[in-house]
């Protein structure tokens, strides 16, 4: 049975923690990268796109039953739009911006 990590209690304040979100979104490579918070981290474009070296989380959620001749409408949801400036992923809906 897996064990959960022990946390170490965070003493920062809410002003500290809002400054330092905003930090790291002003520094994020939006034009390149798409924000996972399923995964925790950020995956390049390139590789969302073309599904190279993705984290076992996003393998897990593609499909992998190739879809039906009269579902050609379809095809483009059934794939992350990684076009736009800002792209965060649905962790739910992993092809919903």
Request: include cysteine.
């Amino acid at each position: 049975m897996d064990q959960l990590i022990k946390l170490e209690l965070n003493t920062s304040s809410v002003l500290e923690l809002l400054s330092e979100f905003f930090n790291f979104y002003q520094e994020f490579p939006f034009d390149t990268h798409v924000i996972c918070p399923l995964v925790g981290e950020a995956i390049t474009k390139y590789n969302i796109r073309h599904s190279l070296y993705l984290p076992l989380r996003l393998k897990e959620g593609r499909r992998t039953q190739p879809l039906p001749p009269l579902e050609t409408e379809g095809r483009k949801k059934d794939k992350l739009d990684v076009n736009k400036v800002l792209v965060i992923q649905d962790p739910f809906e992993l092809t919903r911006n």
